[in-house]
C-alpha cells in the first residue's frame, strides 16, 4: 500500500510542476538565449549516443525480420516491415531510454546539486524566479532537443537497417528501399513521431522536477538521479502503451467514418 501512494504522489507532485511551468511559460517572458544554449548543449552532447542508438535498433530489428521472411522467401519486404515496426515501436522506446539515461539523469543531478548547495535559493533571493530562470529553459530545451534527437535516431535506423540488410540477409539496397514507402505510410510516421514528443515531454518533467525537488545533500542528490532514471523509464512505458492505445481507437474511428 505505501508503494502505491508513493507512485500516486510522484505522477500528482509532477503534475503540479508541470502545470507550474507551462503557467510560467505562459505568463512570463521566456529567456530565449539560454534556451538556445540548451538546446545546443543537449543536442551536441546526446546525438552520437542516440544515432548510435537508432542505428543498432534498426539493424536489430533487420536481423530479427529477416530470420522470420526467409522461412517464406519474402526478404523483399524486410526493409518496409523493419522500418514500419522501428518508427511505430521499437525505435522510439528504445531510444528514450538512452536519452533518459542521459539527459535525464545530467539534468537531475545538476538540478539537485543546485537545489542542496543552495544556488536555487539564492537565485529567488536575488529577486528572480527560478522557474524562469533555471527550470523552463532547461525544460524547453530538453523537449525540442530530445523530440528532434528521437527523430533523428529513427532516420539513422534506416541506415542501420539498411546495412544488415545487405550484410546479414544479402538484401539489395534498393530493393530493402522499395518496399518501405508501400508499408511505412504516413499514419506510422505520425504515430511514431507523437511517441517521440511525448517521450521528450515525460523526459523533461520528470528530470527537473525531481532534481528541483532534491533534498538530503550529496546522497539525495544521488537518491535524486537513481530515481528519476526508474520512473522516467517507467513511465515512458506506460505512456507508449497508452499513445498505442489511444492511436488504435482514433485509427478505428477512422476506418468507420470512410466506411
Known amino acids: 500500500m505505501t508503494f502505491l501512494f508513493n507512485i500516486a504522489d510522484e505522477i500528482g507532485?509532477?503534475?503540479?510542476f508541470l502545470k507550474k511551468i507551462t503557467d510560467t511559460i505562459v505568463r512570463k517572458p521566456l529567456k530565449n538565449r539560454e534556451i538556445y544554449e540548451q538546446i545546443w548543449k543537449v543536442t551536441t552532447e546526446s546525438f552520437p549516443t542516440t544515432a548510435m542508438a537508432?542505428?543498432?535498433?534498426?539493424?536489430?530489428?533487420?536481423?530479427q525480420f529477416s530470420m522470420l521472411l526467409a522461412e517464406f522467401g519474402a526478404l523483399g519486404y524486410l526493409g518496409g516491415l523493419s522500418t514500419s515496426a522501428t518508427f511505430r515501436e521499437v525505435g522510439p522506446l528504445l531510444i528514450a531510454f538512452m536519452l533518459s539515461g542521459k539527459v535525464g539523469a545530467y539534468t537531475s543531478a545538476e538540478l539537485g546539486t543546485m537545489?542542496?548547495?543552495?544556488?536555487?535559493?539564492?537565485?529567488?533571493?536575488?529577486?528572480?524566479?527560478?522557474?524562469?530562470?533555471?527550470?523552463v529553459p532547461r525544460f524547453i530545451g530538453i523537449v525540442i532537443s530530445s523530440f528532434f534527437l528521437l527523430a533523428g535516431g529513427l532516420m539513422m535506423s534506416v541506415f542501420g537497417g539498411l546495412l544488415m540488410g545487405q550484410v546479414f540477409a544479402g538484401v539489395d539496397s534498393a530493393e530493402y528501399l522499395r518496399y518501405i514507402p508501400t508499408i511505412v505510410n504516413p499514419i506510422s510516421i505520425l504515430n511514431g513521431l507523437i511517441k517521440c514528443g511525448t517521450f521528450a515531454v515525460v523526459l523533461a518533467t520528470l528530470c527537473?522536477?525531481?532534481?528541483?525537488?532534491?533534498?538530503?545533500?550529496?546522497?539525495?542528490?544521488?537518491?535524486?538521479?537513481?530515481?528519476?532514471?526508474?520512473i522516467t523509464m517507467v513511465s515512458i512505458v506506460v505512456?507508449?502503451?497508452?499513445?498505442?492505445?489511444?492511436?488504435?481507437?482514433?485509427?478505428?474511428m477512422l476506418r468507420g467514418y470512410r466506411s
Do not use: H, N
Open 13 to 16: 507532485g509532477s503534475l503540479i
Open 208 to 230: 527537473t522536477y525531481k532534481g528541483f525537488t532534491a533534498s538530503g545533500g550529496a546522497k539525495g542528490v544521488g537518491r535524486a538521479v537513481v530515481t528519476t532514471s526508474v
Open 54 to 63: 537508432g542505428f543498432f535498433v534498426g539493424a536489430i530489428m533487420t536481423v
Open 115 to 135: 537545489r542542496v548547495t543552495e544556488q536555487i535559493d539564492a537565485v529567488r533571493c536575488l529577486g528572480a524566479d527560478p522557474m524562469q530562470e533555471i527550470i
Open 239 to 252: 505512456m507508449d502503451w497508452l499513445t498505442s492505445f489511444l492511436a488504435d481507437i482514433v485509427l478505428q
